[in-house]
């Protein structure tokens, strides 16, 4: 069946590791939830709450509560059921996520942020093809500039490290200025788990070799379907892939060398 819609993150995926992106996204496998997972789904939700404070509200404590509230709502969910073994478990859990949160006010100063849109749900035609996902945060600033912000709870890699993550943002940037018209000044990724800020200026240039990009990328994928081929990439994230034990390139990689008779 070829492809109707694709998210940034599918994009990134089909990029670094066809398979990869097989396994998510055309079989569908699951993946286990991980303690760090559900510590991003919270940590997302809970500041996402704090822009709906006013501006004087959005203290750490209250950062910390929202937090609290968030979990409560969603630990029922069937996702969530077997994260932990022991009540104690989940206490060091909270307690070790109230200290990545803390760390959010040493990278912004929630009194100067403007939020325009929150988890903004976004589904744009391109050219022949249609892009759907879910932006974090969009804000102007006073002089009228368009900033992108997405959250991170993971370690922070060196900022050499950072372009896949700049990738997914850059194609949100193209569907903003497609949907308003207006070209954002810059997209950000803000670790928590750093904590830091790692900054990209965007420029129509950019954006249009972005868009170039996403048509071929976009058939290279319907290719592949056509052909059910999904060649493995191994890369440097395959040691965080949920799917290395199916994976035939991994077992190659980690396999002792053979013996030398
Ligand atoms: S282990 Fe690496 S090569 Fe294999 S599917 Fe995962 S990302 Fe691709």
């Not at 998510?24 to 500041?47: C, F, M, N, W, Y």
């Not at 997405?150 to 060196?158: E, F, L, M, N």
């Not at 993550?165 to 207006?182: D, N």
């Amino acid at each position: 069946m070829p492809l109707e819609t694709l998210s940034p993150s599918r994009a990134s995926d089909f990029k670094l590791c066809p398979q990869l992106y097989k396994f998510r996204s055309i079989d569908k496998l699951p993946e286990p939830t991980t303690v760090h997972q559900a510590r991003g789904t919270t940590a997302h939700l809970a500041l996402q709450n704090l822009y709906d404070l006013e501006p004087a509200e959005r203290t750490p404590e209250k950062l910390y509560d929202l937090f609290r509230e968030a979990w409560t709502e969603i630990r029922g969910e069937e996702e969530f059921l077997d994260l932990f073994t022991t009540m104690e478990e989940e206490r060091d859990w909270g307690v070790d996520s109230m200290k990545l949160l803390a760390n959010y006010f040493s990278v912004e100063n929630p009194l100067e942020v403007h939020p325009l849109e929150r988890e903004m749900d976004m589904l744009e035609p391109l050219g022949d093809i249609t892009i759907r996902g879910i932006l974090d945060r969009i804000d102007e600033t006073p002089t009228g500039e368009l900033i992108i912000t997405d959250y991170k709870t993971g370690k922070a890699p060196p900022e050499r490290f950072a372009e896949p993550a700049f990738f997914a943002l850059k194609i949100y940037a193209l569907l903003i200025r497609e949907k308003l018209g207006r070209t954002p000044a810059e997209v950000r990724l803000l670790y928590l788990n750093g904590p830091t800020l790692y900054r990209l200026a965007i420029t129509d240039g950019q954006l249009d070799a972005m868009n170039q990009q996403l048509q071929a990328l976009w058939k290279a994928i319907d290719r592949a379907i056509e052909s059910q081929t999904f060649p493995p990439r191994v890369n440097k994230l395959c040691d965080w892939c949920s799917y290395q034990d199916l994976c035939p390139a991994f077992a190659e990689v980690t396999a002792p060398a053979a013996a030398v008779g």
